[in-house]
């Protein structure tokens, strides 16, 4: 059983920046990784994912601003977030599969998430 702990999130204003990490209690270089958000009244939804080989793939509304990483040496994951804007408030959680799930919501395993809140 993999377990995932994100860490990073906070206030920051508009514009600004923030870098939530994830670290798996287990060797995750052969698990498919990626962030969702869920803000409030929202559904959850992908927001990137990346690969065993590290090809990465975003939602449309975080491309340019957003990158995700993966230090399969430390067992973690890593979401840079620039130019933030305060429809990214959200709570932030990472999750892992062995299969590709990319964005969409079937993967296995879910951290508890962290908060993220933008304001203008």
């Known amino acids: 059983q993999v377990q995932l702990v994100e860490s990073g999130g906070g206030s920051v204003q508009s514009g600004g920046s923030l870098r939530l990490s994830c670290e798996a209690s287990?060797?995750?270089?052969?698990?498919?990784m990626a962030w969702f958000r869920q803000a409030p009244g929202k559904e959850r939804e992908g927001v990137a994912a990346i690969d065993t080989n590290g090809s990465t793939r975003y939602a449309d509304s975080v491309k340019g601003r957003f990158t995700i990483s993966r230090d399969n040496a430390k067992n973690t994951l890593y979401l840079q977030m620039n130019s933030l804007k305060p429809e990214d408030t959200a709570i932030y959680y990472c999750?892992?599969?062995?299969?590709?799930?990319?964005?969409?919501?079937?993967?296995?395993?879910w951290g508890q998430g962290t908060q993220v809140t933008v304001s203008s």
């Open positions: 287990a060797y995750t270089f052969s698990y498919y």
């Open positions: 999750a892992a599969d062995r299969r590709n799930w990319q964005l969409l919501l079937y993967y296995n395993h």
